[in-house]
């Protein structure tokens, strides 16, 4: 997070200043700030209006390739490699994932009427 930590660094606001705006401690908002922990939508606001700019002047997604290795995944951000089982979260906008629900719910229902219909959801 380039941007933000960029900016915070001009205006000569200590990460342990910033924390205190997102109400999080010191470490947590370190790791978000370095792309560990991902940043909320509050409170990207949030940071934006303490540092007097608009949200899509500091925020940034980060750019996540997916590689399949036989049994293992492995994400590359550009910085480090990780393999094996780990949970990876990104920021995905909200319309996405309220398409998503939407398409999911939609599939459970089909899915209903097709055990109905063949006998199997009795």
């Known amino acids: 997070m380039e941007k933000l930590r960029n900016l915070r660094k001009q205006r000569g606001y200590t990460q342990d200043y910033m924390s205190k705006i997102i109400a999080t401690d010191v470490s947590n908002y ?27 002047d500091i925020k940034e ?5 997916a590689v399949q290795n036989n049994d293992n995944l492995t994400f590359n951000d ?9 949970n990876y979260y990104c920021n995905v906008p909200e319309h996405v994932l309220a398409n998503l629900n939407d398409y999911i719910a939609l599939l459970k229902e089909q899915n209903e009427a097709l055990k109905k219909e063949s006998g199997k959801g009795k």
């Open 61 to 65: 997604e980060r750019r996540i390739n």
């Open 30 to 56: 370190c790791r978000k700030e370095n792309g560990e922990v991902k940043i909320f939508d509050d409170e990207w606001e949030k940071l934006a209006k303490a540092l007097d700019v608009s949200v899509e």
């Open 78 to 86: 550009g910085s480090y490699n990780q393999s094996g089982n780990y």
